[in-house]
């Protein structure tokens, strides 16, 4: 089974972003005593339905890093339906997230719908939400993650 990870920041917090076992996951490492993985966000590669890479270098005060957007079906899989993922590198992700969905469909027996999967570069312009640090783009009145209302 194909597997691929890298460094990767999800809402503000340093990880690993790992592709393991049909699964994308979100691991983050923390404890003072006993460092200890957490899984902290498992996206079945079945639910992906597109990806794309925001490039937002217009981050207020930050040096930004492209953004890696899963979109997931909401029906595989609850939760929201959009997950950002900053990486340094994000094509191999593509590439990886793309062999892992194919290779996926080539074991099920029964047919499956071709994924879309499409990639899309736009500049987009964000900037850390001030309760939860999460990237927000201006645009937003509130923010995504936590619901915090955001100051014009
Ligand atoms: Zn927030």
């Known amino acids: 089974m194909l597997s691929y990870s890298s460094p990767a920041w999800y809402r ?7 592709l393991e076992n049909g699964q994308l996951k979100f691991v983050t490492r923390s404890g003072l005593v006993n460092r200890k993985d957490y899984v902290t966000q498992s996206i079945p590669l079945k639910a992906i339905k597109s ?11 930050m040096v930004q ?7 997931v079906d909401t029906t595989e899989m609850s939760g929201i339906p959009r997950h950002e993922f900053q990486v340094d590198t994000p094509e191999p992700w593509i590439t990886a997230i793309q062999s892992g ?3 996926q469909s ?10 879309i999967v499409k990639e899309v570069v736009r500049e987009i312009v964000k900037y850390p939400c001030p309760y939860c640090n999460a990237l927000i783009e201006v645009t937003s009145s509130k923010c995504p993650f936590c619901g915090a209302p955001q100051k014009k």
């Open 101 to 103: 969905m194919a290779s």
């Open 51 to 61: 990806m794309n890479v925001q490039r937002a270098n217009k981050i207020l005060g």
């Open 12 to 18: 503000g917090n340093p990880g690993v972003l790992e």
């Open 106 to 115: 080539a074991e099920t027996t029964h047919s499956s719908q071709p994924t």
């Open 65 to 71: 890093k492209p953004i890696l957007v899963v979109v």
